[in-house]
T-cell receptor, first 119, second 115 residues
Framework: ETGVTQSPTHLIKTRGQQVTLRCSSQ?????VSWYQQALGQGPQFIFQ???????GRGNFPPRFSGLQFPNYSSELNVNALELDDSALYLC??????????????????FGAGSRLTVL | GQQLNQSPQSMFIQEGEDVSMNCTSS?????WLWYKQDPGEGPVLLIA?????ELTSNGRLTAQFGITRKDSFLNISASIPSDVGIYFC???????????????FGQGTILTVHP
């Protein structure tokens, strides 16, 4: 069983630039959630994708956007980068059945994250 | 954004000692979770709690879902060096399937175990 993989593992950008982070969900999972983890803090929910649509969003501005693809992989895009966007970005996958219930309830499987530094 | 209040922020203990950490919230949660995060890794689920008052064990770990639904604690017995890491509590507000990915995390407890 393949776990959640994220790329790139580390990257450095400058203020105003745009970044795309990628996530491959665990085999058998159809839902992807993205979290931002600032240094010394707990992860904060950005948004979740299910059936290729955004399904819930945390307190993040519209310059944070995402996509989910038919193979359930996902991208997180951040435009107009700010210094405070420097963080570890975590992707987590899970599985929701067709009835809307979660298989292995609450078992979010996290990737190792993408460490973004904005200079 | 909203975070749970987790304490203590850090702990330094000797191998073999027991550890206790807790999490409180001003809001009710339907599910409480405890995760551990090692350096360079994502959080890994340790214990999930689904019912108020529930007490659940996973090896040397024991966690409880507070009766008010606003708190939870995690105990680790007979600590060992590999217990070192950051422990996070997390709460889930919704009860529906598609809400399961939306968790609110605490600030974390950094655990150091001296051999």
């Amino acid at each position: 069983e393949t776990g959640v993989t994220q790329s790139p593992t580390h990257l450095i950008k400058t203020r105003g630039q745009q970044v795309t982070l990628r996530c491959s969900s665990q085999s058998g999972h159809n839902t992807v959630s993205w979290y931002q983890q600032a240094l010394g803090q707990g992860p904060q929910f950005i948004f979740q994708y299910y059936r290729e649509e955004e399904n819930g969003r945390g307190n993040f501005p519209p310059r944070f956007s995402g996509l989910q693809f038919p193979n359930y992989s996902s991208e997180l895009n951040v435009n107009a980068l700010e210094l405070d966007d420097s963080a570890l970005y975590l992707c987590a996958s899970s599985h929701i059945t067709g009835t809307g219930t979660l298989s292995g309830a609450n078992v979010l499987t996290f990737g190792a994250g993408s460490r973004l530094t904005v200079l | 954004g909203q975070q749970l209040n987790q304490s203590p922020q850090s702990m330094f203990i000797q191998e073999g000692e027991d550890v206790s950490m807790n999490c409180t919230s001003s809001s009710i949660f339907n599910t409480w979770l405890w995760y551990k995060q090692d350096p360079g890794e994502g959080p890994v689920l340790l214990i999930a709690l689904y019912k108020a008052g529930e007490l659940t064990s996973n090896g040397r770990l024991t966690a409880q879902f507070g009766i008010t639904r606003k708190d939870s604690f995690l105990n680790i017995s007979a600590s060992i060096p590999s217990d070192v890491g950051i422990y996070f509590c997390a709460g889930q507000l919704g009860a529906g399937g598609t809400s399961y990915g939306k968790l609110t995390f605490g600030q974390g407890t950094i655990l150091t175990v001296h051999p």
